[in-house]
């Protein structure tokens, strides 16, 4: 894909600037006097350079922003035009553009630029003409960076300079508060604050902390971390609600501190030919709703334990679907496991140490195929392995797990 960069130039604050650049890009670097960011790829959701460039001068003009918007091929070419233009969106399509352009905005020094304007050079179309081997020589190589940056080809790299990773809020009481749920109000107050400041550095967050500190002088905290970024405040007060209502403070609350952490905004478009599915803030919600009812430690994704025990699966109760849409890659097929809960009793018929015949109330049938003795249990030193475990293939129906605890035979489960 060929690279593209735009530039603002403005007299704006830059962190103006950098979230009207936050519309169309997530590679942003904010300069002395503007704006530059990367806009490759944009073409084709917008059209040609001219549109992203009028779009973007749309985008200022709705925000009562003067500038001038440039866009080219290198983040370089981009900064000069812009800094020549007069408020008007504009765009290079040949070196016809750039090559007007005074030799001052190539920001040489003064001996220098008083050298070429005595030799008549006074225009980058000039200076193209002088063969690049006499300019070195005379110049040296350093001189190599403003050749590459007169034929359009200097590699620049857009270096974000936000210092700050992170932005808080805090808010004291005038009294102690008993219930969370009566600092809603306030919350969502500086829920509102953050994410704006987040919107002007175009950053998102997906990760936010809470601090509160109580009345018997000690202090709680929750880290709130969601598998995707969003500045949605609605959903961030209602995840607020959900977690700090599993784990209430303990004592009446005498001040709040909130903290979002910065991350790159989610993309709006996740694929034209993406499955539809649902907004992953409405997953989350649901997760944390379902904690509410069920406890925190019951609702997550379940992870295969590699033991040798009656149910080798625990939850991870921190970890969730994304709900980013993944690539399809050929795996080999994975067997599934599906308990019955309670285990079925079952009649079992042996002829010569061999497993003949099993019967439940749901099914029955002959065993075709079995394999076994298994010991339930590998954690030899909590327990004695009192269990025994066959999988059996019964005929017309399908593979199961049988189990003899004592004198009594069970299915625990089938495979699917």
């Not at 997550?300 to 994304?322: K, M, S, Y």
Request: proline share 4%; glycine share 8%; charged share 25%.
């Amino acid at each position: 894909m060929p690279e593209l960069y735009a530039c603002i130039i403005s007299s704006a604050k830059g962190d103006i600037l950098a979230a009207v650049a936050g519309q169309f890009a997530h590679a942003i670097e904010v300069l002395d006097d503007g704006v530059v960011f990367d806009v490759s790829g944009l073409e084709r959701l917008i059209g040609t350079r001219q549109d992203v460039a009028a779009k973007i001068l749309g985008e200022l003009e709705r925000r009562n922003i003067d500038g001038s918007v440039a866009v080219t091929d290198t983040a370089d070419a981009a900064i000069l035009l812009a800094r020549e233009g007069d408020g008007r969106g504009r765009a290079i399509q040949d070196a016809g553009l750039f090559a007007k352009l005074p030799l001052a905005s190539l920001e040489l020094d003064a001996d220098t630029l008083g050298v070429f304007h005595d030799l008549g050079i006074t225009t980058v179309e000039h200076l193209h003409a002088v063969p690049r081997d006499e300019l070195k020589a005379r110049y040296g190589r350093e001189f190599d960076i403003v050749i590459k940056r007169i034929e359009q080809r200097a590699g620049r790299l857009l270096t974000p300079n936000v210092a700050e990773t992170d932005v808080s809020w805090s808010y004291e009481l005038d009294q102690h508060v008993e219930d969370f749920e009566q600092l809603i109000f306030v919350i969502n107050h500086g829920l509102g604050t953050l994410l704006t400041s987040l919107a002007h550095l175009a950053k998102s967050t997906e990760h936010l902390d809470i601090e509160m500190r109580l009345a018997n002088g000690r202090s709680c905290k929750y880290e709130i971390k969601t598998s995707f970024p969003t500045l949605d405040r609605s959903f961030w007060l209602k995840l607020i609600d959900l977690r700090v209502s599993l784990n209430a403070p303990e004592a009446a609350i005498a001040a709040v501190r909130l903290t979002t952490h910065f991350t790159r905004p989610r993309p709006d478009q996740r694929g034209l030919y993406a499955v539809s599915r649902p907004e992953p803030e409405s997953l989350l919600l649901t997760a944390n709703k379902l904690k509410k009812l069920v406890g925190e430690k019951n609702v997550g994704v379940p992870l295969v334990v590699n033991q040798r025990i009656a149910e080798p699966f625990t939850l991870d109760a921190e970890r969730l679907p994304t709900g980013v849409e993944g690539t399809f890659t050929k795996r080999s097929p994975v067997i599934a496991f599906n308990y019955f809960r309670p285990p079925q009793r079952a009649d079992v018929v042996i002829e010569n140490r061999r497993i003949v015949s099993i019967r439940t109330r749901e099914f029955g049938g002959e065993v075709v195929n079995s394999s076994g003795v298994w010991r339930t249990s590998s954690r030899w030193w909590e327990r004695p392995w009192a269990v025994q475990e066959w999988d059996v293939e019964v005929h017309g129906h399908g593979v199961y797990r049988l189990s003899k605890r004592g004198g009594d035979w069970f299915v625990v489960g089938e495979y699917d």
